[in-house]
């Protein structure tokens, strides 16, 4: 790299960064905010509250309420069990898991919205995409379209799951 270009983005950068890694006990409650570099929350159980300005989260292995907030940056969950809430303005919602029968909410302004459930679930399902497709794999229990809305169900629907994005698509596999 060029030396003049690498002291430009030093200098416009917002200066030295550093890698933070903090260890809690395995059953935890967390509330981590970060601005501009990735943010990983690997193996805790409890109530976990992510929030990213400009970066993307990781979350793998954790069990419990759990928040995940960012503006401008992909929301990645691996093997998550819990009551579920993200929220993205721009990038993609990755999750693989098991949701509780609470209501779970997965929204995006501009990005694509992936769930692949594991085990048994027992959830209602409100799925709404304004320029984008809604894929289900298999067929919700009672699929139909409702005021823009693809509706269905898991199981007997005791538990909510919302996903809404404006501009991507929908995937859920069971």
């Given amino acids: 790299m060029n030396p003049f270009l690498g002291w ?3 200098i ?8 933070i890694t903090v260890s809690v006990p395995n059953e935890a409650d967390l509330d981590i905010e970060n601005h501009f570099e990735r943010t990983t929350v690997t193996g805790v159980k409890g109530t976990i509250k992510v ?3 400009t970066a ?3 979350i793998r292995d954790c069990e419990g309420m759990i928040a995940a907030r960012t503006k401008a940056g992909e929301v990645e969950m691996e093997n998550v069990v819990g ?6 303005a721009t990038g993609s919602i990755r999750f693989s898991g098991s949701l509780f029968k609470g209501e779970n909410w997965f929204g995006t302004q501009t990005g694509n919205i992936e769930l692949e ?4 679930q027992d959830l209602a399902v409100e799925a709404s995409s304004r320029l984008g497709r809604i894929t289900c794999t298999p067929e919700l229990i009672d699929a139909h379209y409702e005021h823009g ?3 269905g169900r898991i199981g ?9 994005t404006k501009t991507g698509n929908i995937v859920l596999r069971l």
Avoid: D, M, W
């Fill in 8 to 10: 430009l983005l030093y």
């Fill in 12 to 19: 416009f950068s917002g200066g030295p960064r550093v890698n």
């Fill in 51 to 53: 929030e990213s300005y």
């Fill in 56 to 58: 993307p989260l990781k």
């Fill in 83 to 88: 009551t579920v809430s993200v929220r993205n």
């Fill in 117 to 120: 459930l594991r085990c048994e």
């Fill in 149 to 151: 809305q693809h509706v």
């Fill in 156 to 164: 007997s629907g005791a538990g909510k799951l919302i996903l809404e």
